[in-house]
């Protein structure tokens, strides 16, 4: 039985994602995507004088790893019986997500805050309307709203920020740029994490109480696991059909303090942290009205208390790229250059070039003005370890190493002020 729910799962989900490419809501998020990468592009410009990553490059890999979190859900919820009564609601979500992105901010895309105000919003006006202080028949839209199966939008949003924390673990770091931070009245170092996904995803939606004819899948007894409120215990009869759904997921961080993958994987596990908790009190809220309540909360308060105390975090930690005049601090490299192809890497620090100590970028210009077609340059990894490297090209002059690294004074250079984070 479990292989024919995983088999059904992913042959129908091949289907979705062909048909998503020709939905209005999927180019809806592609250009958002878009010009979001295309803004990325911009600040790389800034800083590397070229760009490293290319939007269409980090779209391509978004929208596969995007495809590919989706197909594990959509089994996930499959297998479980993670099953669904009505999902009006979702179309209030999607568009008070994009209407905070346009209005606010990109990190309020993620679904914990359109799906917990949509969801308290329907609370409030059945609680409004139970009281008879509103008369919701008489407004179409708010009688829609009032219709939204809680319960499924914030264990639709758990689940997803599941998924969000485990591409955000594997992916999260994959495109940073550097940038650069006021800090106590010094520029330091750090990067920016800016990453996207597209998920096409199938949730399971309750189509009868009934036997129907057709083809059908049997289940085992205990399925489903989660189901629609309001339902009899016995549903042995009961049909589900699966139905494709869409959400885009994002991850917008910067880290001063840490490596940028240690930072993504300390968020993921943070946002898993969440995703639980959620999930749990949702559970509890179908046994315990005021949970709902709770749950709704909880969904956009609590992602932003995360948001807020990681940024705080990076505040009162040491910076780990700052200048301390004993060697030079690489925070990356320019693509191409003589440092990318001798294997200088982040984090490393330079502490002589051709047998000379060099504690500043003056001393280290002073050094390759007077170098040949040859250089052996000492950096100290993270660890601590001495490691020598080479290069050489004979057909022209070596020039500028091709480093970013921490500068002196702000110059023209784009600085982000932490008091404004």
């Known amino acids: 039985m ?7 799962s992913i042959r129908n989900y091949a289907q979705v994602v062909l048909s998503f490419l020709f939905e ?17 592009e911009t600040i790389q410009k800034d800083v590397y004088g070229v760009v490293k990553y290319k939007k269409m490059e980090m779209m391509a890999s978004s929208i596969l790893a995007g495809i590919l979190s989706g ?10 019986g993670i099953t669904f009564g009505k999902l009006e609601g979702a ?3 999607i568009i008070l997500s994009l209407l905070l992105v346009m209005l606010f901010d990109s990190h309020f895309i993620c679904l914990s805050y359109s799906g917990g105000i949509v969801s308290l919003l329907s609370l409030i006006l059945s609680l409004l309307n139970s009281k008879g202080i509103v008369n919701i028949s008489e407004v179409p839209i708010l009688r829609n709203l009032l219709n939204i199966d809680i319960t499924a939008i914030l264990i639709l949003v758990s689940l997803l920020h599941l998924v969000e924390s485990i591409l955000m673990y594997f992916d999260g770091a994959r495109y940073p740029v550097p940038m650069f931070f006021k800090k106590d009245d010094k520029i330091v170092g750090g990067f920016i994490l800016t990453r996207f996904w597209i998920i096409p995803l199938m949730i399971l939606i309750l189509l009868s109480l009934t ?10 007894d205990w399925w489903p696991l989660i189901r629609p409120e309001g339902l009899p215990k016995d549903l042995s009869d009961a049909v589900f059909t699966l139905t494709p759904l869409f959400a885009i997921l994002g991850y917008g961080d910067f880290t001063i303090s840490r490596m940028p993958k240690q930072k993504a994987k300390e968020s993921s596990i943070h946002l898993f942290l969440f995703s639980i908790t959620l999930f749990i009190l949702v559970i509890i809220s179908m046994k315990i009205y005021v949970f709902k309540f709770i749950a709704a909360i909880f969904s956009p308060v609590f992602h932003e208390l995360i948001i807020i105390l990681n940024r705080k975090k990076e505040k009162t930690l040491d910076a780990l790229w700052e200048n301390t005049y004993d060697g030079i601090k690489i925070l990356d490299v320019v693509p191409n250059s003589p440092a990318e192809k001798m294997g200088i890497e982040t984090g490393d620090k330079i502490i002589s070039i051709n047998n000379i100590r060099v504690n500043t970028l003056y001393d280290a210009k002073v050094v390759l003005d007077e170098a040949d077609r040859y ?3 000492d950096v100290v990894k993270l660890d601590g370890r001495v490691k020598s490297l080479e290069y050489y090209n004979y057909r022209t002059e070596i020039g500028s ?11 023209y250079i784009p600085v982000m002020d932490l008091e404004n984070k």
């Not at 999927?26 to 958002?32: E, P, S, T």
């Open 375 to 377: 250089l052996w340059i």
């Open 71 to 80: 197909m594990l859900i959509s089994i996930f919820i499959t297998v479980f």
């Open 2 to 8: 479990i292989s024919k729910l995983i088999w059904e």
């Open 24 to 40: 209005p809501i999927f180019w809806i998020m592609f250009f958002i995507l878009f010009f979001q990468y295309k803004r990325l």
């Open 91 to 93: 179309i209030f979500i």
């Open 211 to 220: 036997p129907m004819s057709g083809d059908t899948i049997p289940t085992p």
């Open 401 to 411: 190493l091709g480093i970013i690294t921490i500068p002196e004074d702000e110059g």
